[in-house]
């Protein structure tokens, strides 16, 4: 089992640019969740899906957030435009019965807005 | 009432004295308290969990209290080593709710 996988490891861009972060659950996982970590609001969910479906949305911050899981070994988020204040450590997360069963986290993308 | 609060937000022990790590909530429906440790660079992972129907678990060195009456849970961490340092998150949940995470505890233990 590989755990979770993000990519990419690093991202800076520029505001402005679109920026799509990936990730790949450990499969046979039902939920995948989207985190987002700073130091000013610790670890803030942003979504979670249960079997490729969105449940709660209520953490994206902003219309320029968006998330997709098109299968159930595949999901993305994508910022567009990105701004400076985006800048934080995305990360992807499964879960295998329930929302809260033990969290696999992957090991981040950390995002750069300049 | 669905925050966790966590403390302190930065903690240093020396190497073989004991961490502690406290954590309120105020949902008495939350059912469900785990702990999750993460190091530079990870994500976070499990490390110890709790139900309220006991008031102490301990796995190795890691002991979680739990006092139902005060709402407050903590994370102790006995003769704590260098290759503890990380940050630690506490979290509390009911049914099928997702988690909801403190803020975090950086913890240093010096050689």
């Known amino acids: 089992d590989a755990g979770v996988i993000q990519s990419p490891r690093h991202e800076v861009t520029e505001m402005g640019q679109e920026v799509t972060l990936r990730c790949k659950p450990i499969?046979?996982?039902?939920?995948l969740f989207w985190y987002r970590q700073t130091m000013m609001r610790g670890l803030e969910l942003l979504i979670y899906f249960n079997n490729n479906v969105p449940i709660d949305d209520s953490g994206m911050p902003e219309d320029r957030f968006s998330a997709k899981m098109p299968n159930a070994s595949f999901s993305t988020l994508k910022i567009q435009p990105s701004e400076p204040r985006d800048s934080a450590v995305y990360f992807c997360?499964?879960?295998?019965?329930?929302?809260?069963?033990?969290?696999?986290f992957g090991n981040g993308t950390r995002l750069t807005v300049t | 009432q669905q925050q966790v609060k966590q403390s302190p937000q930065s903690l240093i022990v020396q190497k073989g004295g004991i961490s502690i790590i406290n954590c309120a909530y105020e949902?008495?429906?939350?059912?469900?308290f785990p702990w999750y440790q993460q190091f530079p660079g990870k994500g976070p992972a499990l490390l110890i969990a709790i139900r309220p129907d006991v008031s102490e678990k301990k796995e190795g060195r890691f002991t979680i209290s739990f006092n139902k009456s005060a709402k407050q849970f903590s994370l102790h961490i006995m003769d704590s080593q260098p290759g503890d340092s990380a940050t630690y998150f506490c979290?509390?949940?009911?049914?099928?709710?997702?988690?909801?995470f403190g803020k975090g505890t950086m913890l240093l233990v010096s050689p």
């Open positions: 997360a499964s879960s295998l019965k329930t929302p809260n069963s033990p969290l696999h």
């Open positions: 949902n008495t429906a939350f059912d469900y």
């Open positions: 499969s046979g996982h039902d939920y």
């Open positions: 979290a509390a949940t009911s049914g099928y709710s997702t988690l909801t």
